[in-house]
């Protein structure tokens, strides 16, 4: 298995990350406007992010629109998020969680994704990877001008 890691400085505390990061899933509006690839997102049990819960999201990746549910398994509030997707993302995607950390009077703000297969998935679908990769970093950079700019 290989994660893929995302990290980016944002300049306020990693409290007010985690707030601005359950903002961006608390409505799809909010969340359309975080990455222009973003298409849709409802909860479909329980409040955002809390342990159990299941989001339901929809994105375009590699010109291909994907569907996922995402159950929440970890939530300690101002510091980590973590998830498991459900099938069939999880056949290649099987979890990711999203990482908050002080960094002086600013956050790194950590997301990550696991893929299984690692060595063999990356050889036959390596722009896919590529894909994700920079998908990720654009909403670490688009979630710190929003967050920031908020601020």
């Known amino acids: 298995m290989i994660t893929l890691r995302d990290s980016i400085e944002i300049k306020i505390s990693p409290d007010k990350v985690y707030s601005g990061l359950i903002k961006m899933f608390s409505s799809q509006e909010n969340y359309i406007n975080w990455h222009k690839d973003h298409t849709a997102c409802r909860w479909i049990k329980g409040q955002p992010f809390e342990i159990g819960s299941v989001l339901y999201c929809e994105e375009t990746l590699h010109g291909e629109s994907h569907s996922m549910k995402m159950r929440c398994t970890t939530n300690i509030?101002?510091?980590?998020?973590?998830?498991?997707?459900?099938?069939?993302?999880?056949?290649?995607?099987?979890?990711?969680?999203?990482?908050?950390?002080?960094?002086?009077?600013?956050?790194?703000?950590?997301?990550?994704?696991s893929i299984r297969f690692g060595w063999?998935?990356?050889?036959?679908?390596?722009?896919?990877?590529?894909?994700?990769?920079?998908?990720?970093?654009?909403e670490?950079?688009?979630?710190?001008?929003?967050?920031?700019?908020?601020?």
């Open 77 to 113: 509030v101002g510091k980590r998020i973590e998830y498991n997707l459900s099938f069939p993302m999880s056949i290649i995607c099987p979890k990711g969680s999203f990482i908050m950390e002080t960094k002086k009077k600013s956050s790194i703000f950590t997301a990550t994704i």
């Open 140 to 151: 670490g950079i688009n979630l710190k001008k929003i967050l920031e700019k908020e601020t």
């Open 120 to 138: 063999l998935f990356q050889l036959f679908f390596e722009n896919r990877i590529k894909a994700l990769a920079t998908h990720m970093k654009e």
